[in-house]
Each structure stands twice: as C-alpha cells, then as structure tokens.
C-alpha cells in the first residue's frame, strides 16, 4: 500500500540552486516538491545505519566508575 503522507520542512538553500531546481522541475514536468524528493532518494543510500561511538568521555566514566567501586 503506497501513501501520500508529506512531512513540511524548512531548510535554506542558497537561492541560485533554487532557482536551477525550480528550472530543473519545469523542464521535467515535476513540481519542485517531487524534484527534491527524487533529488534525495537518489542521493540518499538505500539502508541507513546509525551505530554509537563511544567516546573518550565515555569509556572514561567506565574506568572511573569501576575504579571506585573497589574502593
């Protein structure tokens, strides 16, 4: 089943590259909302994968936190 959920965003984009995409949409007969999105999922890898790194800080407060329980 598809959808036709949008979600609004705001974002600033130099005003030359609007002015091409707007160019860029009416040339492909799209609307610049569909162009964008085209734009992004083709760009945008198909799987995302967000992994947390460990910081420095992070680690530390381990060792930090062992060390005084044996204390």
Not at 11 to 39: C, D, Q, R, W, Y
Not at 44 to 54: D, R
């Amino acid at each position: 089943m598809t959808t036709n959920k949008k979600q609004r965003v705001t974002l600033f984009i130099n005003p030359s590259v609007v002015k091409h995409a707007k160019a860029e949409a009416i040339v492909e007969g799209l609307n610049l909302t569909t162009l964008m999105e085209k734009a992004l999922i083709n760009y945008l890898p198909k799987k995302t994968v967000i992994k947390k790194v460990k910081t420095e800080m992070e680690g530390g407060e381990k060792i930090w936190r062992k060390l005084k329980k044996k204390q």
